[in-house]
């Protein structure tokens, strides 16, 4: 069985191109370019300068010893927390606006919902002089206040999507309604393994470098490339993606995908995708969908703003009907009570989406010579209001 994209721009049966006719040219235009401008030199060698001089690449890959004696395993952590910029996002926006540049785009367009993509889209648009426009709801503005300031200062225009629930997927739709106005000049850059054939494909594709770099290190550190289990945490799946990609053919790694469960799964107030999605069609993608009996995408609900997505793409889907990856969900006291502890114990103030990972440690039992890889998505700085509001700190 095959967990990468097919030609049609499956995995399994999920995927594909769902999209209105009139944005087609533009896709088709992407799909068509994608794998000839990544493959090429000059494209890998300004890729790999910047992912190493701008980001700040390879990420560490480091032996959490106290946590590690803790549950009696072997513990290593993925840093992308300290990527510039403070996650793995900006990994992809740095490969996508060498592909518009490349394709002769000089206007850039994203959606956002906690503004972390935002700000990463905005970072590369400044970097490169080339003119951004976040969409972003309008609850969304209110409530993400300094990542709004952040794209200002970094010379983005955040306009408010007011329709609907005025929160990520309106904001979606009006990225792809200015793209079909804006056929020409203008590039999308999605921000997570979602969207339309190739987007999925193209972002896993520029995260992959996570676990490129986790096996060249894990050789280094344990003689062997593979470790026994590798988690992330799924909100789109991009950061996931990054990390299990060159793990998804190796039989002898056990990949595990972790979902918020919000208040609880059964709660009615959730992100757990796998446990209560149904086949549907999002932002131009047949994968695993929260919906109502007649279609309706349910809203999502979890504390951490970037697992708040009511899908997952369709890589992910296919790794959870397949069975080839293990989902678990971890509710919002279990990932906030983890992310005080890998502060206490280990100095590290994670994003309360990569906390989601670490709290799998609570839930599954590891043997003590077995080597478990968390990826760190992002640093908590971000997330300090909501620790303090949480903890009463
Ligand atoms: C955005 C974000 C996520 C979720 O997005 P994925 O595409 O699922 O990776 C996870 N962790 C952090 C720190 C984020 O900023």
Redesign the pocket.
Known sequence: MSFHVNEKGYYGEFGGAYIPEMLYPNVEELRQNYLKITADPSFQAEFDALLKDYVGRPTPLYFAERLSKKYNTKIYLKR??LCHT????VNNTIGQILLAKRLGKNRIIAETG?G??GVATATVCALMGLQCIVYMGEIDIKRQAPNVARMKMLGAEVRPALSGSKTLKDATNEAIRDWINNPVDTYYII???VGPHPYPDMVARFQSVISAEIKTQLLEKEGRENPDHVIA????????AGAFYHFLDEKDVNIIAVEAAGLGVDSGESAATSALGKIGIIHGSKTLLMQTPDGQITEPYSISA??DYPGVGPMHAHLFASGRAEFISITDDEAMQFGLQLSKTEGIIP?I??AHAFAVLEQKKFGPDEIVVINL??RGDKDLNTYIDYFKL
Do not use: P
């Not at 403070?86 to 996002?89: C, E, I």
């Open positions: 992308e927390d403070g996650a793995h996002k906690a972390q993509h921000g997570s393994v945490c799924v909100g789109g799946g991009s950061n996931a970037g697992l994003a989406e990569s998505s992002g």
